[in-house]
């Protein structure tokens, strides 16, 4: 690539060991770049322990917009010896490599297609700060002093940056900016500053933020009305209910009473996060919980009773790498099967597939409407990828008569103006209930079970009235099909369109792929359209796209090729159709590897 | 049981309560546990004791989990929503529906395989939470809907239908409670209904979460001889300590204070709780005295009944929580949606 | 039908409230007719209670030897009163229905094409007998009596039935021997005895017992050398358990010693029931559980693990009809999905198909076999109507040469001999690891677990040391694939055999199918190949078969047609080749809904 | 932690036990925890009580849950089998790991979030059963692994790293296993090595549950003022009420018996338990007062440490189940297939 392609297009991969507080220095590194109006996107790969194991975060700098891993990295800041050897054999030919050259290290020049940098940072920190502590710090952001001067950052926005943080601390923002300072003045002073990567102010960040997915849910659910929330901890998902609380304590405390107007309850486990959430539902509370694949699994049993007792509720699924615990810090797009059909017996679940973080603030709305229209568990499938890293999103906006929809629910005159009510009828026709709240009225009066029921609410062990409201959950679903947010469809806009082959994905896998089908069309490979799918159950439109082609790429996170599974089985779609594309070793997936496989698969195809 | 279906027609000079009831309007339906089967007793108490108290049955909540004892909501006040949920997992529907709505009364029925081995985890962090609700266990020393097995309440060394003696200790739910800081923690017995209402009353004006562990022999499985927890053996081990003796907030107070009564407490709702002590030597205000008392009883072989520990001056899981007074499901949208503007601040922050 | 068809060739239907103790006369009668040599089934439909609820027991008297449901009742011994209109109803056309005539049922003659009897059943047996509990359990027995004179049943085989349970209370033999007479003396004095549908002795029973599946289950598991057993109640699985149990405390307590060769735990749940068989299955024991839908919920997180971290274990899952708690009393095979996919992430199990009895016993031993050769969970779908109801089954043979296999497991001259041991080595490359058991040598010594973990058996959280195991494991299921019982494949005899539709099953489906197929090829309608599915993963049989018809009726017993996703998903075969039958009201299939579905889609697709 | 490996080479001069064993044959995996993690010290303590009561590494299986806490196992006794199972699920493991070997030793590691919260079942009822193994929970009142949040051993009041007050009360492990019938109870410091260590031995010697709480301070999450998990809020507050000291089977016993000792006690294997009175008022085998002891100081704000019950003469879960001696897994198969002609004769039944 030419020195001209690079500038403002590259990636930036810190290598560090983590409990040394690198994540404010990145977050300096990529905010700057940001506020210069350059389009950028942070990655965070981090250890499932709290210290002292490796961790990484790579800053991809594109002035195209391109919010994916490339599966590149160009300039590799090396912070942890013990990772050193994978960290260079990690750069891309014709890169950079920074490291800590306080101590000699042999062997460290074993490549000669990339350039070697080093600082003395230990030594020079060592050397400037006091406290044990600084010392560790400061050389974080001394490598941040040497980018500024190495990638050509505007160093006004770095001290703008400094100051909004430290601004009440003098002696923190001093000791920031000399650390900045010495970092920057050893790179003028030893290397040829700027590199040929390098940045150039734009405008292409206006109107958008810096933020993950889990902030912009927990964000969401706030702004869908939820009111009480129940779960228990875990990697990746505790951030979303961290959020909803940090936002409740700032926007949902009566300023009358100084009582809160939300509920958020630490479960003992799963088991009890869900349970909450099905009874304060039921109890006509918005409610929700949020976790990670094995919290999926201990509350099957629970989903199973809310979808056959039709109760509404909302559960994130922040996914992780399974099976098992699996790679807790790592993401994959792995429970599609296991949340569409959580417990035993014949159970289906409507999902949601939010692509970034402004889908994980919209879908929070939909997913609670959806669930009290639906009376079903609505589970909201995101991912690591989504909920913890730093994703450039538009602003998000925000319509103030947004009114909930709550479904259908008799109050209080409209029991008293009925001769009975019965809470499993279909009065409407499109298999959905009436239900109502406790308290309101005796009339209103029934028994949630999860035992064998008529459609009257009543106990049965009669095949015929089991049937009856088993068939006509089978049927809600259609009416879901019908209710979900349509899939995106973005068709080529290249005239002689290819029917040959499409791309079908859902969720995190947007981003590599917008920059894959570029790439390809660019290449001259294949144009190709291309559906996001965004909701299960799969909306009409989504067996038409797929039977438009001869063969469509399904581009899914995991092994199994699961949603292809779903497609080929809910859509009674021949699989051989569906050719599955699948990248799981647990690091989003890159456009790379989209565009390898479908050229590889292309290419098969015409030597076929 | 029969299978004639009772005429639910009120008679005209049935006696009716301050909300204008009958028993009758605090019945369910039909019961289907077998005939004898102590949960019914129980039932019937429940009824009593609401019907006493002139609460609207639509006004209270039932949650159960799985068992012949969680089946028993079903079969009284048929006015009130009802949740049979899942096995062992009632404690978490309970706290979630308070959560949703605290002006509503909630009550929670239990069997002892319920709370006791698949859901300790849910009871004990019920408890823990102090959440506002009235939990029965309905306690017979077996599972009786799958037959027979024993329960971790049984007794060690009490026999089985067949024979076979039980090898382990039982987990005893009145200790457990009371040693997990439970604020109010009785037990009854299922052929005592004289002393079961009061019980039932006092529990329901509790302001936390109140433990009843009712003993409730199950006639199929666990009735016989050797069996520690049938009406024969739970009769002649019985030790009574102190009667609680419930006064409600618009009864005259001074007609039913009664010579023998050495403690009484005002409950939250404004009602007191007398206690009648029958045993000298017992003060249910006094935690570690009430361990070590119910411990050393139950090393003789005795059950020790009545109402064994009340802490009225704690906090349930609202006020630890600073909950608004309004229930959550009746908050109006307009006081949850933070607004546009609010929505502009808070992205300011992520540029 | 014939009089002469009917001749051991009909079905009766007893109608009783539960807790009264119908099941011993049933039990008699089913013998009874076993023991004249007439193959004889009975299936059993009770309540989710203990006492006071309709239940009903089906026998099927068939000289053919069909052991399914037919879908018709020939005769209604009609004995609870609650239940009498939609008895009546059931009972097909030129049927009988015998009731208790000692109060007056008004109504009661509504129709006219079938015969009505009354016995004062209850009238004679309070007169007769003086206990309370008598009065009761003796109305039973006097209806035994009375068909043995409808039915032409031999008393002499009665009286020796009574003889073996009464033989050592003579009381009790004689009260129950006076019922029997009064019912007989009764019919003999008011009916034409005996009936058209009667019985007349055959010698088609030599060589068979009558068990159900759950007794042989746990026999089967005694002969496998399963030692430990840890399980929490739930219908419709506690029998296996207790079968377990009780041939245990026969046949293995340590005659010197008078110590347990065996370990049964009643866990406080099933999360524990399936913690505790994985602790002794690493720990080289051979352990299991059973349970139903419900726990297989509840244990989905370990199942993930076990698969994840390679541990053998053995599951039954007696299937009951769900969603939920749903009708835990009737049956279904609706976990064929949440088992195959237990838990969150991408995880596969090994499931065995039992169709009867004696599969359950024999596929024991399998199990345990394939759990440790394969070291992965074997989950056994079997049903309730396999698992609780009466099936004639040729007697079990046991080959005393019988060794089990252990699988791959290195001990301790192996580990001495050996320079290194690494748990996740792919030795062989059939992808079964080598494991060791704790505390044979240090040598042996590794840690097992749930989160990412190289070949080595070492913690990671890099992608590729990830990816290697995890694409082990799925070749894994290719090996096992080759290892699980082959399909029984049922080609018709009929040369001209049919190429456009054929038949796939599962498990308890097969007696039906079976009648099925011989009523079709009957009637002309179709004469019909068939292949009995026995495992999951499929045979390369099961692909090779299906591809061989234009359609295949996928025949099972759930609402969402879970045996033909798992088949479409696995071997990508167009789902649109796969034509689901499904019944799933809670009863076992009859042959009747099988005729009916088969004709009706030929017809349609003659009509098309 | 540093990321240099230590090299596996002993030293010939380190001193050896009776198996020949030196303590490096003792360790495990480099630890992965914070530098200064509580859990470290119970990790070298679990090493040297191993060292020191000479037994050989592979006899022993070591299980855990999910937690700082639970992977602590990779990092003692290398020459160990070890299981990481699941979150709060290690007792299960382990039930059915000592069902199917009761011949190996075996040592359950837990954390307060692991054992008290989704996993307080799992550890009630292993307790009930009384299954043969020692069970640590290294106690941090936080959920150290997924980043401070409280546990249910936080106190009430206690302060979150951000300031938050924790408002609900704790849940003792060591008052609920004692409630709960559990045979061994103590709890240790992780900063005082030299009374957890022989704590360990005794709790190794015990047949049946042996469990020791272990405050373990993290010093990430909590360890700051305000924390009653801290190392300086556990050294201010503790207080050590009976010092344990183990005497092997294999020591002379007489010189080991110290001044001051008032009770001494015969552990299953042999091997007794001394107890070293250091609070007059408190005696270890006494159950009802062992609780009352504990509660009122708990009430002052003390936690009471050292061998806080005791009871040997109880019967381990083999015993109850009346199992083989020797191990299920160690049965040859010929002692578990009854056999062609039995089967011949069961199924003779069956016509
Ligand atoms: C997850 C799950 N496991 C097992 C069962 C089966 N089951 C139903 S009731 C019951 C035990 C009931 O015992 P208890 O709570 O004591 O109630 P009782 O019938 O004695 O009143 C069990 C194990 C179930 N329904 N769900
Ligand atoms: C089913 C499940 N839920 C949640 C988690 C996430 N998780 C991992 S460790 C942990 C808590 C650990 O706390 P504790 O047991 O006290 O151990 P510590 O880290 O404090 O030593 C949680 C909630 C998980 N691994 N599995
Ligand atoms: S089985 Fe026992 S507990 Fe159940 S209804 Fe009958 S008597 Fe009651
Ligand atoms: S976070 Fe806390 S518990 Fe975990 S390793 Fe660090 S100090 Fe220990
Ligand atoms: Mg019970
Ligand atoms: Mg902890």
Same mark, same amino acid.
């Given at each position: 690539? %030419?020195?001209?392609?690079?500038?403002?297009?590259?990636?930036?991969?810190?290598?560090?060991?983590?409990?040394?507080?690198?994540?404010?220095?990145?977050?300096?590194?990529?905010?700057?770049?940001?506020?210069?109006?350059?389009?950028?996107?942070?990655?965070?790969?981090?250890?499932?322990?709290?210290?002292?194991?490796?961790?990484?975060?790579?800053?991809?700098?594109?002035?195209?917009?391109?919010?994916?891993?490339?599966?590149?990295?160009?300039?590799?800041?090396?912070?942890?010896?013990?990772?050193?050897?994978?960290?260079?054999?990690?750069?891309?030919?014709?890169?950079?490599?920074?490291?800590?050259?306080?101590?000699?290290?042999?062997?460290?020049?074993?490549?000669?297609?990339?350039?070697?940098?080093?600082?003395?940072?230990?030594?020079?920190?060592?050397?400037?700060?006091?406290?044990?502590?600084?010392?560790?710090?400061?050389?974080?952001?001394?490598?941040?002093?040497?980018?500024?001067?190495?990638?050509?950052?505007?160093?006004?926005?770095?001290?703008?940056?400094?100051?909004?943080?430290?601004?009440?601390?003098?002696?923190?923002?001093?000791?920031?900016?000399?650390?900045?300072?010495?970092?920057?003045?050893?790179?003028?002073?030893?290397?040829?500053?700027?590199?040929?990567?390098?940045?150039?102010?734009?405008?292409?960040?206006?109107?958008?933020?810096?933020?993950?997915?889990?902030?912009?849910?927990?964000?969401?659910?706030?702004?869908?009305?939820?009111?009480?929330?129940?779960?228990?901890?875990?990697?990746?998902?505790?951030?979303?209910?961290?959020?909803?609380?940090?936002?409740?304590?700032?926007?949902?405390?009566?300023?009358?009473?100084?009582?809160?107007?939300?509920?958020?309850?630490?479960?003992?486990?799963?088991?009890?996060?869900?349970?909450?959430?099905?009874?304060?539902?039921?109890?006509?509370?918005?409610?929700?919980?949020?976790?990670?694949?094995?919290?999926?699994?201990?509350?099957?049993?629970?989903?199973?009773?809310?979808?056959?007792?039709?109760?509404?509720?909302?559960?994130?699924?922040?996914?992780?790498?399974?099976?098992?615990?699996?790679?807790?810090?790592?993401?994959?797009?792995?429970?599609?099967?296991?949340?569409?059909?959580? %417990?035993?017996?014949?159970?289906?679940?409507?999902?949601?597939?939010?692509?970034?973080?402004?889908?994980?603030?919209?879908?929070?709305?939909?997913?609670?409407?959806?669930?009290?229209?639906?009376?079903?568990?609505?589970?909201?499938?995101?991912?690591?990828?989504?909920?913890?890293?730093?994703?450039?999103?538009?602003?998000?906006?925000?319509?103030?008569?947004?009114?909930?929809?709550?479904?259908?629910?008799?109050?209080?005159?409209?029991?008293?103006?009925?001769?009975?009510?019965?809470?499993?009828?279909?009065?409407?026709?499109?298999?959905?209930?009436?239900?109502?709240?406790?308290?309101?009225?005796?009339?209103?009066?029934?028994?949630?079970?999860?035992?064998?029921?008529?459609?009257?609410?009543?106990?049965?062990?009669?095949?015929?009235?089991?049937?009856?409201?088993?068939?006509?959950?089978?049927?809600?679903?259609?009416?879901?099909?019908?209710?979900?947010?349509?899939?995106?469809?973005?068709?080529?806009?290249?005239?002689?369109?290819?029917?040959?082959?499409?791309?079908?994905?859902?969720?995190?896998?947007?981003?590599?792929?917008?920059?894959?089908?570029?790439?390809?069309?660019?290449?001259?490979?294949?144009?190709?359209?291309?559906?996001?799918?965004?909701?299960?159950?799969?909306?009409?439109?989504?067996?038409?796209?797929?039977?438009?082609?001869?063969?469509?790429?399904?581009?899914?996170?995991?092994?199994?090729?699961?949603?292809?599974?779903?497609?080929?089985?809910?859509?009674?779609?021949?699989?051989?159709?569906?050719?599955?594309?699948?990248?799981?070793?647990?690091?989003?997936?890159?456009?790379?590897?989209?565009?390898?496989?479908?050229?590889?698969?292309?290419?098969?195809?015409?030597?076929? | 049981?029969?299978?004639?279906?009772?005429?639910?027609?009120?008679?005209?000079?049935?006696?009716?309560?301050?909300?204008?009831?009958?028993?009758?309007?605090?019945?369910?339906?039909?019961?289907?546990?077998?005939?004898?089967?102590?949960?019914?007793?129980?039932? %019937?108490?429940?009824?009593?004791?609401?019907?006493?108290?002139?609460?609207?049955?639509?006004?209270?909540?039932?949650?159960?989990?799985?068992?012949?004892?969680?089946?028993?909501?079903?079969?009284?006040?048929?006015?009130?929503?009802?949740?049979?949920?899942?096995?062992?997992?009632?404690?978490?529907?309970?706290?979630?529906?308070?959560?949703?709505?605290?002006?509503?009364?909630?009550?929670?029925?239990?069997?002892?395989?319920?709370?006791?081995?698949?859901?300790?985890?849910?009871?004990?962090?019920?408890?823990?939470?102090?959440?506002?609700?009235?939990?029965?266990?309905?306690?017979?020393?077996?599972?009786?809907?799958?037959?027979?097995?024993?329960?971790?309440?049984?007794?060690?060394?009490?026999?089985?239908?067949?024979?076979?003696?039980?090898?382990? %200790?039982?987990?005893?739910?009145?200790?457990?409670?009371?040693?997990?800081?439970?604020?109010?923690?009785?037990?009854?017995?299922?052929?005592?209904?004289?002393?079961?209402?009061?019980?039932?009353?006092?529990?329901?004006?509790?302001?936390?979460?109140?433990?009843?562990?009712?003993?409730?022999?199950?006639?199929?499985?666990?009735?016989?001889?050797?069996?520690?927890?049938?009406?024969?053996?739970?009769?002649?081990?019985?030790?009574?300590?102190?009667?609680?003796?419930?006064?409600?907030?618009?009864?005259?107070?001074?007609?039913?204070?009664?010579?023998?009564?050495?403690?009484?407490?005002?409950?939250?709702?404004?009602?007191?709780?007398?206690?009648?002590?029958?045993?000298?030597?017992?003060?249910?205000?006094?935690?570690?005295?009430?361990?070590?008392?119910?411990?050393?009883?139950?090393?003789?072989?005795?059950?020790?009944?009545?109402?064994?520990?009340?802490?009225?001056?704690?906090?349930?899981?609202?006020?630890?929580?600073?909950?608004?007074?309004?229930?959550?499901?009746?908050?109006?949208?307009?006081?949850?949606?933070?607004?546009?503007?609010?929505?502009?601040?808070?992205?300011?922050?992520?540029?």
């Amino acid at each position: 690539m %030419s020195n001209k392609a690079k500038t403002n297009n590259f990636v930036v991969k810190i290598a560090n060991v983590n409990g040394t507080g690198s994540a404010s220095a990145n977050g300096l590194l990529m905010k700057s770049i940001f506020r210069m109006g350059i389009p950028v996107t942070g990655k965070n790969f981090f250890p499932s322990n709290i210290q002292g194991l490796p961790t990484w975060y790579e800053i991809r700098v594109s002035k195209d917009g391109y919010l994916c891993r490339s599966g590149k990295v160009d300039f590799m800041i090396a912070m942890n010896a013990e990772t050193y050897e994978s960290d260079l054999a990690d750069v891309s030919p014709g890169g950079f490599f920074l490291y800590d050259s306080t101590w000699a290290r042999k062997g460290m020049m074993q490549r000669d297609d990339i350039t070697v940098l080093g600082i003395p940072l230990s030594g020079m920190c060592n050397e400037a700060f006091e406290s044990a502590r600084a010392k560790v710090l400061m050389k974080n952001v001394a490598y941040v002093g040497a980018l500024v001067a190495l990638l050509n950052i505007d160093m006004g926005v770095v001290e703008t940056l400094l100051n909004e943080t430290f601004g009440s601390k003098p002696h923190l923002m001093e000791a920031n900016m000399q650390a900045i300072k010495m970092g920057q003045t050893f790179a003028l002073e030893n290397f040829d500053c700027p590199l040929p990567l390098k940045l150039e102010p734009m405008d292409k960040t206006a109107g958008h933020v810096l933020v993950d997915g889990n902030t912009t849910a927990g964000l969401g659910a706030v702004y869908a009305g939820a009111t009480v929330t129940s779960w228990y901890p875990i990697t990746p998902s505790t951030s979303l209910i961290d959020a909803f609380s940090i936002f409740c304590k700032q926007l949902r405390v009566d300023p009358d009473t100084g009582k809160n107007n939300y509920c958020v309850i630490q479960a003992e486990d799963e088991l009890a996060a869900i349970g909450m959430v099905l009874g304060a539902n039921w109890n006509g509370a918005r409610a929700f919980t949020a976790t990670s694949g094995p919290g999926v699994s201990l509350m099957s049993e629970f989903l199973g009773l809310a979808y056959y007792a039709e109760i509404p509720a909302v559960l994130y699924d922040v996914q992780r790498v399974s099976p098992s615990t699996g790679m807790p810090t790592r993401t994959q797009q792995c429970d599609i099967i296991s949340a569409a059909y959580a %417990s035993h017996g014949d159970t289906k679940h409507v999902l949601l597939f939010p692509a970034d973080p402004t889908d994980c603030f919209h879908m929070s709305q939909q997913a609670f409407d959806l669930a009290e229209q639906l009376q079903t568990p609505v589970i909201v499938l995101t991912d690591l990828d989504i909920g913890m890293n730093d994703w450039m999103i538009p602003e998000i906006e925000w319509d103030d008569s947004y009114v909930p929809a709550r479904g259908k629910v008799y109050d209080r005159e409209a029991l008293r103006n009925m001769d009975n009510f019965y809470r499993y009828l279909d009065v409407d026709g499109d298999a959905i209930p009436w239900r109502t709240l406790p308290g309101v009225d005796p009339k209103g009066a029934y028994f949630v079970r999860g035992s064998g029921h008529n459609k009257f609410g009543g106990y049965t062990e009669k095949s015929d009235e089991y049937k009856d409201v088993i068939d006509r959950l089978r049927r809600k679903f259609d009416t879901a099909a019908s209710m979900v947010p349509a899939p995106v469809i973005d068709k080529a806009t290249d005239a002689k369109a290819n029917k040959q082959w499409a791309i079908v994905s859902i969720g995190s896998c947007d981003g590599a792929i917008r920059e894959a089908r570029d790439r390809l069309t660019a290449s001259g490979i294949a144009t190709l359209d291309y559906m996001r799918i965004r909701a299960f159950p799969f909306a009409d439109d989504v067996a038409n796209f797929i039977l438009d082609y001869d063969h469509v790429f399904v581009v899914e996170q995991n092994r199994d090729a699961q949603l292809r599974q779903l497609l080929s089985n809910e859509l009674s779609i021949d699989p051989n159709r569906l050719i599955p594309m699948l990248s799981y070793d647990g690091m989003p997936v890159s456009s790379d590897f989209i565009v390898d496989a479908v050229e590889e698969h292309i290419q098969q195809g015409r030597a076929a | 049981m029969s299978f004639i279906k009772k005429p639910k027609i009120t008679h005209p000079g049935l006696p009716r309560n301050a909300a204008g009831l009958t028993l009758r309007d605090y019945e369910g339906a039909m019961s289907t546990l077998c005939a004898g089967c102590g949960h019914d007793s129980i039932s %019937s108490a429940i009824m009593q004791a609401y019907f006493e108290l002139a609460i609207e049955p639509h006004r209270v909540a039932k949650v159960s989990g799985i068992g012949c004892s969680s089946k028993t909501p079903t079969y009284f006040l048929g006015g009130a929503h009802g949740f049979n949920s899942v096995h062992g997992r009632m404690p978490s529907i309970a706290t979630g529906a308070n959560a949703a709505n605290r002006e509503l009364q909630y009550i929670g029925v239990s069997g002892d395989g319920d709370s006791l081995s698949i859901g300790l985890g849910q009871f004990a962090h019920a408890i823990r939470r102090n959440v506002n609700m009235m939990y029965l266990i309905e306690n017979n020393g077996v599972y009786g809907l799958t037959k027979g097995q024993f329960s971790a309440s049984a007794d060690r060394g009490s026999k089985a239908k067949k024979g076979e003696a039980n090898p382990y %200790s039982p987990i005893d739910p009145v200790l457990l409670a009371i040693s997990l800081g439970c604020t109010f923690v009785g037990r009854g017995f299922s052929g005592d209904k004289e002393h079961l209402v009061p019980l039932i009353k006092s529990a329901i004006s509790h302001s936390g979460f109140a433990l009843l562990d009712i003993i409730s022999p199950c006639v199929t499985f666990n009735d016989h001889e050797g069996s520690t927890k049938s009406y024969a053996h739970t009769r002649a081990h019985m030790r009574e300590t102190v009667h609680a003796d419930y006064t409600s907030v618009h009864e005259e107070i001074v007609s039913h204070v009664e010579p023998g009564e050495f403690k009484k407490i005002q409950m939250h709702d404004g009602s007191r709780v007398g206690f009648k002590r029958v045993d000298e030597n017992f003060d249910p205000t006094d935690r570690i005295g009430a361990i070590s008392y119910i411990e050393s009883h139950r090393a003789k072989g005795e059950v020790v009944t009545g109402l064994l520990y009340l802490e009225e001056s704690t906090s349930e899981m609202h006020h630890v929580l600073g909950s608004s007074e309004t229930a959550m499901s009746e908050l109006p949208y307009e006081k949850l949606n933070p607004g546009a503007q609010n929505l502009e601040r808070i992205q300011a922050r992520w540029r």
